[in-house]
């Protein structure tokens, strides 16, 4: 143990959530398309909450959703009265297997080890949150490194925080990209190229032409917050009241969503807006 790492937050901000998704895109870089996952004791695909451990949540998602919407239609009316919400539960359950296959399938050279449980419960940071360690790795395996970084802003990150979503996520880009290069990973369409060792964000869309390009990572990402939002439904939320809220605001345990109502609607709009989008396709769908 580091007793350098000591601090725990509730609920992180912005110099927290940053310094984790720094750490996040070193872990990702690391084990880029390794095949380190592939080790008996790890998952095949990382997560607890991935369709494969999960496929029995889709018989009852549209009765588990009306029990969501009729909890708290009287707090939030204007969200829990859209038609569309109201159907959230039917057009998750629909998308699943695709939404699940696509991530599992679609980009087999960008897939990486992944922690599975990356939320501040298993976070410790040092004084001045420069610096962190993450702890509990039951879960981790196999997949898309944007499994873990949905999961972070969802379960971990207070609201002001999620409203620059976009922000910590081009965070992420641009330093998984320098990590990549740091580690010397070749990028597939510049193999044999020098690389050099650093890579700020004026410089990251062109370094991640051969690794993963922006409109890449931001199909994925949508794809991931679907991926993790059909588990909410299916396999959570049922249970999430603005009561119990009330009662967990003080669990580090216990994700965002069900400490803190407003970030709880926050991820039901964003579920939202990334399945109408992803119903338009094929373009990435906005963030």
């Known amino acids: 143990e580091d007793s ?14 940053e310094t984790a998704v ?28 991935t369709l494969d451990k999960r496929h ?35 057009r998750l359950r629909q998308s699943a297997r695709n939404v699940s296959e696509r991530l599992a399938e679609r980009w087999p ?14 976070l410790f940071f040092d004084g001045d949150a420069d ?37 910590l996520l081009r965070c992420y880009h641009t330093n998984l990209v320098a990590s990549l290069t740091r580690f010397d990973k070749r990028p597939i ?30 199909e994925q990402y949508a794809l991931a917050c679907v991926d993790y939002g059909r588990f909410l439904v299916g396999g959570m939320w049922r ?7 009330a009662r967990n605001q003080h669990s580090i345990n216990q994700g965002m969503h069900k400490r803190c109502p407003d970030v709880f609607v926050w991820i039901v709009r964003q579920l939202d807006a990334m399945l109408e989008a992803l119903d338009r396709g094929p373009e990435p769908p906005a963030i």
């Open 131 to 167: 610096a962190m360690v993450a702890l509990d790795w039951q879960w981790c395996g196999g997949g898309l490194g944007v499994m873990d970084l949905q999961y972070l802003l969802r379960t971990s990150c207070a609201l002001e925080v999620l409203h620059n979503e976009e922000h």
């Open 4 to 17: 350098n790492y000591r601090d725990q937050h509730m609920a992180l901000g912005m110099k927290q959530a």
């Open 189 to 218: 369409a510049t193999a044999g190229q020098e690389h050099t060792p650093s890579c700020d964000q004026s410089q990251a869309a062109e370094a991640a032409r051969g690794y993963i390009t922006w409109e890449e990572l931001q």
């Open 109 to 122: 050279e960008h897939r990486t080890l992944i922690h599975g449980d990356f939320k501040t419960a298993n």
């Open 239 to 245: 249970q999430n009241t603005p009561e119990t809220c």
């Open 56 to 90: 029995e949540d889709l018989a009852t998602m549209e009765r588990d959703w009306d029990v969501v919407v009729a909890n708290w239609k009287d707090v939030y009316p204007d969200v829990f009265t859209d038609p569309r919400i109201c159907q959230l539960g039917t």
């Open 22 to 49: 720094r750490w996040l895109a070193a872990l990702h870089a690391y084990h880029w398309n390794s095949g380190s996952w592939a080790d008996e004791k790890l998952w095949e695909q990382g997560g607890y909450w």
